[in-house]
C-alpha cells in the first residue's frame, strides 16, 4: 500500500493525489500539518529532511518532491502520462521544472502571502505571477496541452496552483487560453478536485 504524506490545501500535494485517481492507485493518506509546524517534527524530519509534503512511501522505497513523485508513479503506472522518447522527457521536463521554479516561486507564494499572511514581497510575486501565467497562455494558446499533444504530468505539475490563481488574487480570467486547459484537466478521467478548483 503506498502512503502519501499529505496536506488538504496544499496544491502540491493535490497534483500527486490527481495523480494517483487517475492511475486509479490505492494509497493511503496521512495528514501532516505543515503550517502548524509539524514538518519541522523529529519523525518527519527523518522521513523528509526537507520537511516539506507530499512524500510518497512505497514499502521502504521514499519519493520526497511533487514533480519526482509524478515522474515515479508515471512509470509504476506505465501510462502515456509520462514520457516514452527522450524528445517526450525532454518536452515534458522543461514543464516540471516551470511548475517547480517558475510557478513555485511566484503564484504559490502569493497564494500563501494572501491565505496564511507569509512575509514575502507581493507586488514582485504578483508580478512574476503574471509574467508567468502570460507565459502560460502563449504555449496554450497553440496547443491544448503543455506537452506531447496529450494529457502528461507536466499537466497536472503546473494545473493546481494556476487553477488556485484566484487565491492569489490574480484575474485568472484575463488568460482565455488557460481557462480553457483548466477545463479540459477537470473532464480527464480520475479527476478529483480540492477546495478552490473546479468540482
Known sequence: MLTLYDHPRSGNCHKVRLMLSMLGLQYRSV???????????????????????????????????????LAYLGHLGATGLIGATAREIGEIGQWLSFAAHEIGNSLQPARLYHLLGEEIDIEAASAKSMRVLGILDDRLSAAQWLACERPTIADLACFPYVGLAHEARLPLQDFRHIAAWIEHIAGLDGYVSMEGLPP
Open 31 to 69: 495528514f501532516v500539518d505543515v503550517t502548524q509546524g509539524a514538518g519541522r517534527e523529529p519523525w518527519f524530519t527523518a522521513l523528509n529532511p526537507l520537511q516539506q509534503v507530499p512524500v510518497l512511501v512505497d514499502g521502504e522505497y521514499v519519493v520526497r518532491d511533487s514533480q519526482a513523485i
